[in-house]
């Protein structure tokens, strides 16, 4: 990539009623590097309606291969994620479905497209940029969603958070905004931020629970 980047995830099962959902959740997260440019993407299965770790898996493996991603236009990002819905319908016969991020970044600008109620928040010296703000909730993938698109620059520095409404849902966006800027490594703010939520909820997780952060340099 054209700059360097401090990066950090987290994968960790909710606890409902006192016990854990299942033994992975159904949240997921990934990354893919290749020379001059990543990629990024997140799924929250939709555990109501069954099969959400089924449609979060089949979102992931429907991304394909990491390649074709440095060709990819916001646009056309929403493309490959109505495709990527089309296949996560067809595997699991529309029984299960997922909240999507994509994001590619060649370290000065980057682009994508989501649907769902996960979030990716870029944060820059003079505020806040809301990449998924415009993004449909429902239907999720799997189940005929509409992927929106988005772009923007990068500067050294600034920081993008993706995550699942386990941190959105359970946490004041203005705390989590302190802490994004405020902590010095990408491991120390997903780890503040997973006891943000846990310091609000008895120290439990109350829902699936999935956050990645990036600082790019």
Same mark, same amino acid.
């Given at each position: ?20 959902? +299942? ?18 993407? @997140? ?40 495709? $990527?819905?089309?296949? $996560? ?12 991020? @994509?994001? $590619? ?41 509409? !992927? ?5 620059? $990068? ?45 609000? +909820?008895?120290?439990?997780? !109350? ?11």
């Amino acid at each position: 990539m054209k700059q360097a980047f401090d990066c950090s995830a987290l994968v960790k099962p909710g606890t409902f009623r006192g016990k854990t959902a +299942n033994e992975k959740g159904d949240d997921r997260v990934g990354y893919k590097a290749m020379d001059g440019f990543g990629a990024f993407y @997140l799924a929250d299965g939709a555990t109501g309606i069954g099969l959400g770790a089924e449609a979060a898996d089949a979102f992931i493996a429907a991304l394909g291969d990491a390649e074709q991603y440095q060709y990819l236009t916001a646009e056309s990002c929403c493309d490959l994620l109505r495709l $990527v819905d089309e296949e $996560v319908s067809v595997k699991l016969k529309c029984n299960g479905d997922t909240t999507g991020i @994509l994001i $590619v970044t060649n370290g000065e600008d980057l682009w994508g497209a989501s649907a769902g109620d996960s979030r990716g928040m870029l944060y820059k010296a003079d505020g806040v940029v809301e990449l998924t703000g415009w993004q449909v909730r429902k239907p999720r993938f799997g189940n005929g969603a509409t !992927p929106v698109g988005f772009k923007g620059k $990068v500067k050294p520095g600034e920081r993008l958070l993706l995550a699942s409404d386990g941190l959105w849902d359970f946490a004041q966006s203005g705390v989590i905004g302190e802490i994004v800027r405020g902590a010095g490594s990408a491991e120390e703010i997903v780890h503040r931020l997973e006891q943000l939520v846990r310091s609000q +909820n008895e120290d439990r997780l !109350p829902d699936d629970l999935s956050i990645m952060m990036f600082i790019f340099g």
